[in-house]
């Protein structure tokens, strides 16, 4: 299993855009899935979307599709994700998942990100 | 878009008893059907995978069973430890993404 270790901004104004980032270490980036997943104080977690280790292949969350980005930077074995235009309702603990094949689960998590979005 | 439903919502219960957590598909689904244990502050933890195959590293007292519709997680002879909330996650391929229950919190009796 790789380790994950994640940042970012972590209260955001509404409008602003939410950028995270996540590093990979002890393992290969390659042949991986990497993932974002949030979960709203109190609540379950919410996928937001995944994209493969080169970056090719993305899907998102239909919900979100619209305000989501998530990208690779193979050099530094790195993914991040960015969401525009945030309101109160993105106020969530976020997580980068990896998935280490294309029919496995999220077997690695970050440590999570508390983003809290308030005027 | 397919539904999880998980019942019981909170299920109290005894060290040494026997779990039993259900996780419900709107409709039905193909078994990639995952279950996650979470504890307060942390990140969920991979327990079962594929309706019933144990992650690495987990304990045979967690196993996971079901089909079609309906899913099932047993914790057998629970431990201290294993007193957490409880998620099941579907993958579904066309198109893809993953849906999450709602929980099931199992609390100390």
């Known amino acids: 299993q790789v380790q994950l270790q994640q940042w970012g901004a972590g209260l955001l104004k509404p409008s602003e855009t939410l950028s995270l980032i996540c590093a990979v270490y002890g393992g290969s980036f390659s042949d991986h899935y990497w993932t974002w997943i949030r979960q709203p104080p109190g609540k379950g977690p919410e996928w937001i979307g995944e994209?493969?280790?080169?970056?090719?292949?993305?899907y998102y969350n239909p919900s979100l599709k619209s305000r989501v980005t998530i990208s690779v930077d193979t050099s530094k074995n790195q993914f991040s994700l960015k969401m525009t235009s945030v309101t109160a309702a993105d106020t969530a603990v976020y997580y980068c998942t990896s998935r280490p094949g294309i029919s496995s689960p999220s077997d690695s998590w970050g440590q999570g990100t508390l983003v809290t979005v308030s005027s | 878009e397919i539904v999880l439903t998980q019942s019981p919502a909170t299920l109290a219960l005894s060290p040494g008893d026997t779990a039993t957590l259900s996780c419900r598909a709107s409709q039905s689904v193909s078994g990639y059907l995952t279950w996650y244990q979470q504890k307060p502050g942390q990140a969920p933890r991979l327990l079962i995978y594929?309706?019933?195959s144990r992650a690495t590293g987990i304990p045979a007292r967690f196993s996971g069973s079901g089909s079609g519709t309906d899913f099932t997680l047993t914790i057998s002879s629970l431990e201290p430890e294993d007193f957490a909330v409880y998620y099941c996650?579907?993958?579904?391929?066309?198109?893809?993404?993953?849906?999450f229950g709602q929980g099931t919190k199992l609390e100390i009796k």
């Open positions: 996650q579907l993958r579904t391929n066309w198109p893809r993404m993953y849906t």
């Open positions: 594929d309706a019933s």
């Open positions: 994209v493969n280790h080169s970056g090719a292949t993305y």
